[in-house]
Structures are given as C-alpha cells and as structure tokens.
Nanobody, 123 residues
Framework: QVRLVESGGGSVQAGGSLTLSCTAS????????MGWFRQPPGRWREGIAA???????TYADSLKGRFTISQDNDKKILFLRVSNLTPEDTAMYHC?????????????????WGQGTQVTVSS
C-alpha cells in the first residue's frame, strides 16, 4: 500500500517562504509521476506542479517562479519550495502520485493522495 505523508506547512507572514515535503513509502517502482495540488478554504482544488516519470516538470503558469518542485535522488521524497507567499496562498497542500499523463493539472487521476499539510499566510 503506497502512502504519502506531507510535512513542512505552518503559519508564515506574507513574503515568507516554506519548503514542503512529501514522503512516499510502500512501493517498489519509483518511476511514477508525483506532484502537488492545493485547496484554499471554500474553493476548488488547484494543481501546482508535477514531475513525470521521465523527469519532465510542469507548473501552473500562475505559480511558476514562486513555486519550485524537486525530488530526492531516490524519488521517495518530493519537495515544494514556496516563496514570496501571500494570503491568497493559504490552503491545504497535498501531494499526489502515479497518474498516466504526469501533467501537473491531471492530479485528479492520481492513484494516491496524501492527507495534506496546512499553509496559512498572514498579511
């Protein structure tokens, strides 16, 4: 059973930065797509970024530049560096794994989702 556990969220002031982590366990095949999405309070989910099984990275255009996705060499920890945060970035941030296209906005087809880590940005 694949398990994804996010960490690194917290409360920050506007302009601050955080690095979120997603640790994957319970699988043997490391060559699947992984990515991040978020759900702001009272709003629909939004794809952020993803790394496909071949290493191709895709981002939401509106977030590229402030958000950076990366992965450790063993492909078992996924990171999301979020910088220059604004209150509009307040959301539950989730990671997802293993979907066919590997495109950031197709996370809805992912086989595995984590429970999320909360990011709250104050002005």
């Amino acid at each position: 059973q694949v398990r994804l556990v996010e960490s690194g969220g917290g409360s920050v002031q506007a302009g601050g930065s955080l690095t979120l982590s997603c640790t994957a366990s319970g699988y043997t095949d490391s060559s699947f797509s992984m990515g991040w999405f978020r759900q702001p309070p009272g709003r629909w989910r939004e794809g952020i970024a993803a790394i496909d099984r071949d290493g191709t990275i895709t981002y939401a255009d509106s977030l590229k530049g402030r958000f950076t996705i990366s992965q450790d060499n063993d492909k078992k920890i996924l990171f999301l560096r979020v910088s220059n945060l604004t209150p509009e970035d307040t959301a539950m941030y989730h990671c997802a794994a293993d979907w066919p296209s590997g495109y950031y906005n197709d996370y809805g087809a992912a086989h595995y989702w984590g429970q999320g880590t909360q990011v709250t940005v104050s002005s």
